[in-house]
């Protein structure tokens, strides 16, 4: 077991005293936020959403687009495929951005790592058994290691949900932060998959130690559970990246995912990203957007007729 975390404290006592540090780490945010709270400050925030239905944003918004393919079908012709559109859509369209990350399941890395030629589109997987994260560890810890080996340059692994519900914060804590360890470098998201967490105050708990275990992204969910991204839980994660900013000094990035299916959709995460966290996460390094569909959507309003590239 890892013996530090960012949460400043030394990890040597016996195992009984691990709970208390975690308690300890979530007992410096305000973790007893009611739901219908969080319900009346997003109902606020998404008043404001018409005035950043702008071009200028919807040409933001898909420079922070994941290219995502994650299905059993998946195959080197087909995410090829998905890889020759991102290349030929910077000759196409060379007014526009380029999208942030093209996304696969790990034995795909290499090939994306590869075949993509767009400066600045970053080879991204999902690891550390994806989607439900119900494997051991060691075999997580070898996935993600494989991934980085072959070219992932960022990787998304999902928070184990069933020790977090069950108050297992030690299991969940050092599963991140090992995981971390074995990307080095590499920047890595933690799916807190908010639709399976119950409450707001689970979902900013969530938050908060998959920070402190070195998470450099949080990210909503899988989209593969029945429920998704939604505004209240991107308030939460949003809120609490904010306090542990103010506490730390440290820039953690956002990405809603799942269920973000019209342009509308992802103007209502953009404006609660500007409203709770500002100005500093309003690029394509700090927030990202886990929506395939989105990218035709984007292209066919500012094009003002339908397009069907990706």
């Known amino acids: 077991m890892s013996e530090h975390c960012n949460c400043g404290h030394d990890h040597h006592e016996h195992h009984g005293h691990l709970e208390d540090i975690y308690q300890q780490a979530l007992s410096l945010y305000d973790c007893n936020i009611k739901d219908e709270d969080v319900k009346a400050a997003v109902k606020k925030i998404i008043e404001k959403v018409p005035e950043n239905d702008t071009p200028e944003v919807k040409k933001f918004m898909f420079g922070s687009i994941c290219l995502t393919t994650l299905t059993t079908q998946d195959s080197d012709e087909s995410v090829l495929r998905m890889v020759e559109k991102v290349n030929q859509f910077a000759d196409e369209y060379p007014a526009m951005p380029h999208v942030a990350t093209v996304v696969t399941y790990p034995r ?3 090939l994306v790592a ?9 080879p991204t997987v999902v690891s550390g058994a994806f989607p439900s994260s119900q494997a051991a560890i060691e075999i997580k810890i070898a996935e ?3 991934a980085v080996r072959d070219g992932a340059r960022n990787v998304d692994i999902v928070m184990h949900v069933g020790q977090f519900l069950s108050g297992d914060y030690e299991t969940v804590c050092d599963e991140i932060r090992e995981m971390k360890a074995a990307c080095g470098k590499v920047p890595m998201k933690v799916i807190l998959e908010t639709g399976d967490l119950g409450s707001c105050a689970n979902i900013k708990k969530a938050a908060i130690l998959s920070m402190y275990s070195g998470a450099d992204y949080i990210k909503t969910s899988t989209g593969k559970e029945k429920v998704s991204a939604t505004p209240e839980a991107a308030y939460v994660m949003c809120q609490a990246i904010k306090e542990y900013f103010q506490k730390t000094g440290i820039r953690v990035g956002f ?5 973000i299916n019209s342009v509308m959709d992802a103007l209502t995460y953009y404006t609660i990203v500007k409203e709770v966290l500002g100005e500093d996460w309003l690029n394509n390094e700090m927030f990202r957007l886990g929506t395939s569909r989105l990218a035709n959507l984007i292209l066919s309003e500012l094009e003002d007729k339908e397009v069907k590239f990706f």
């Open 108 to 110: 795909f890395a290499k």
């Open 114 to 122: 590869e075949s993509l030629e767009v400066d600045g589109v970053i």
């Open 144 to 146: 993600t290691a494989l």
């Open 255 to 259: 990405k809603p995912a799942g269920g």
